[in-house]
C-alpha cells in the first residue's frame, strides 16, 4: 500500500508561468523522494512600472511516503 502526502509550495520565473512550474517542480524534487505530480493551485504576476516583471505559481506537490 502506497501513501502520498501534498506540500505547498511557490515558485517564479522572470520569463513565464510554464518556467515557474518547471523551476518549482526541480526545487521540489531536490528535497523530497518520490514526487510524482503538482498542480497549480493558483498564478500571480509582479508588476513594475506597469510591465509584469516576474511570474509566481502556487504549486501543489504530490510525493509518495517510503515504506518504513
Given at each position: 500500500m502506497s501513501v502520498a502526502r501534498v506540500t505547498e509550495i511557490i515558485a517564479?520565473?522572470?520569463s513565464s508561468f510554464d518556467?515557474?512550474?518547471?523551476?518549482g517542480?526541480?526545487?521540489?524534487?531536490?528535497?523530497l523522494k518520490?514526487?510524482?505530480g503538482a498542480w497549480v493551485d493558483g498564478q500571480k504576476v509582479v508588476v513594475d512600472d506597469g510591465k509584469v516583471?516576474?511570474?509566481?505559481?502556487i504549486?501543489?506537490?504530490?510525493?509518495?511516503?517510503?515504506?518504513d
Open positions: 517564479s520565473s522572470k518556467k515557474a512550474v518547471a523551476n517542480v526541480k526545487r521540489a524534487n531536490k528535497t518520490n514526487v510524482r516583471v516576474e511570474y509566481r505559481v504549486l501543489k506537490v504530490t510525493f509518495v511516503l517510503e515504506d
